[in-house]
């Protein structure tokens, strides 16, 4: 598959649990941010492992590599103090909508501004390429936290 559209497919699906999230209380609020939180972990592993250092390297991607690390680092922040928390805390609502919309502004700016560049310096076949390193990866880390889960 096309790293880009693998990258989109799962930003569309963050952006729905979000949604979701927006109405749940106590115990599915929980499961829900339990989901949550081990999409955008993996999601930005693999963008760390597979995509941002490759085009680190390009000089039109560049810079928006380097926001985008650091917009990977702030929603890391606030996914671990939101973890720290219960969904009754006064804090949880306020935090996860901060993190909300800095997730959805990176995800604006991926798909508005990074994968149009991406498009131009990639061919089909470099993204596709990309794309199965990606699925593979994804294979194996969640088959290593079902086998974690199950131990
Ligand atoms: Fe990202």
């Given at each position: 598959?096309?790293?880009?559209?693998?990258?989109?497919?799962?930003?569309?699906?963050?952006?729905s649990?979000?949604?979701?999230?927006?109405?749940a209380?106590?115990?599915?609020?929980?499961?829900?941010?339990?989901?949550?939180?081990?999409?955008?972990?993996?999601?930005?592993?693999?963008?760390?492992?597979?995509?941002?250092?490759?085009?680190?390297?390009?000089?039109?991607?560049?810079d928006?590599?380097?926001?985008a690390?650091?917009?990977?680092?702030?929603?890391?922040?606030?996914?671990?103090?939101?973890?720290?928390?219960?969904?009754?805390?006064?804090?949880?609502?306020?935090?996860?909508?901060?993190?909300?919309?800095?997730?959805?502004?990176?995800?604006e700016?991926?798909?508005?501004?990074?994968?149009?560049?991406?498009r131009?310096?990639?061919?089909?076949?470099?993204?596709?390429?990309?794309?199965?390193?990606?699925?593979?990866?994804?294979?194996?880390?969640?088959?290593?936290?079902?086998?974690?889960?199950?131990a």
């Open positions: 598959m096309d790293v880009l559209r693998l990258l989109e497919d799962e930003h569309d699906e963050a952006k649990v979000f949604k979701k999230l927006e109405r209380h106590g115990p599915e609020a929980s499961r829900l941010w339990d989901q949550l939180k081990s999409m955008l972990t993996l999601h930005e592993e693999m963008e760390e492992t597979l995509f941002y250092p490759q085009l680190k390297a390009e000089k039109p991607t560049e928006l590599v380097l926001e690390y650091q917009e990977h680092h702030v929603m890391d922040l606030l996914i671990d103090e939101i973890s720290a928390l219960e969904p009754s805390n006064e804090e949880w609502q306020p935090k996860m909508k901060v993190l909300q919309e800095n997730t959805e502004h990176h995800i700016e991926e798909e508005g501004e990074l994968f149009p560049k991406v131009k310096i990639w061919d089909t076949a470099k993204r596709e390429q990309v794309g199965r390193q990606m699925e593979d990866m994804r294979e194996r880390k969640k088959k290593a936290s079902k086998q974690r889960r199950a």
